[in-house]
Structures are given as C-alpha cells and as structure tokens.
C-alpha cells in the first residue's frame, strides 16, 4: 500500500500581525464596534482597527483624539480577513510640531520626518503630524538626507532654521 498526503497553502495560512503608525483620524469608544481609524504614515491610507471599549479607554485616557499619533500592533480576525483587531492596549501620542520662535528673529524651528530629499535643489519633503511641507535647505546636507532615505533609514529634520536672502535656502541656527 501507498499512502500519499498532499497538503496545501491555504491549510497552512496564519494570521498576521502588523505593527501600526499614523494619525490618529477617528476615534469611537462607545457603541457596538469600538473602533479608530488612523492615516498610515507609509501609504497615506486611512485603516480602521477594532479594539474592545476597555482597551481604547485606557489608550485614551483623558486625552482629545485630536492632532494625536497612534501606534501599535494588530492582528487578522482570520487568515483570509480584511478586519484587523489590536493586539495589546495602542500608543497614544502627540508627535512633531513646529513653530516660530519670535517674528524679529526670522528663525524657524523645524521638527518632523523627512519623507524626500533632493541632492541637486536642496528641496526636501517632511511631515507633521501627517501633513506634508517643503523646505529648501543647504543641498549638501539634503544630499546626506536622500542618501540615508535611499537606505530605506529614518531620517529627522530638528532644529532652528534661518532664512539667508542671499543663498536663498533655510541655514541651521
């Protein structure tokens, strides 16, 4: 007698789990389906993630939902699902900001993620709180920063900045 055993990918499929970032777009603690959706910061989707009411309550605490950060880890309700549950108690956070110090200095300080970076113009591309700006800053130093995105690394823009006339690019203080 010979016995042969087939088996298949779809009999051997698992859940994943993913880790989450992204701003924080809704927030709904109450009511049959707790839930919150969230920009994901790498593909500027909204995704929404189903956590039970306790859980948000403590991530929340007594925080607004507004201009907050989220992050975490979520996992498939099956192996085939698009539903996507949380996995532990979600990060709740308010990241980057910028302002200007005072009008008479012209400095800026300037903090957030750099998503792009030009070489050649010394144009680059960072977020803050999920929204993007431009800066032009010295070409050498934003050549350093494509390099390292090219590298698939996190690079960070943080710091005061001047504005110079005459070079027409944003200086570091």
């Not at 880790?19 to 500027?44: C, I, K, M």
């Not at 306790?54 to 201009?67: F, I, V, W």
């Not at 979600?90 to 030009?118: L, T, W």
Request: with cysteine.
């Amino acid at each position: 007698m010979l016995f042969v055993l087939f088996s298949t990918d779809l009999l051997a499929k698992e859940r994943k789990v993913i880790r989450f970032s992204g701003e924080l777009v809704h927030w709904e603690a109450q009511g049959t389906e707790p839930q919150f959706r969230y920009l994901d910061s790498t593909n500027l989707r909204e995704k929404t993630i189903f956590c039970d009411a306790d859980t948000m309550r403590l991530a929340l605490g007594n925080q607004s939902p507004e201009k907050r950060h989220v992050e975490g880890k979520a996992t498939q309700i099956s192996p085939t699902s698009d539903v996507w549950v949380c996995v532990g108690r979600p990060h709740i956070f308010q990241k980057y900001q910028v302002s200007i110090n005072s009008p008479a200095s012209q400095s800026k300080r300037i903090q957030g993620q750099v998503v792009e970076a030009d070489g050649e113009t010394g144009q680059i591309v960072y977020l803050v709180r999920g929204k993007r700006s431009y800066l032009t800053i010295e070409p050498a130093l934003a050549k350093e920063m494509a390099e390292s995105l090219s590298q698939m690394q996190t690079v960070e823009i943080n710091g005061d900045y001047r504005y110079d006339r005459i070079k027409r690019y944003y200086t570091k203080d």
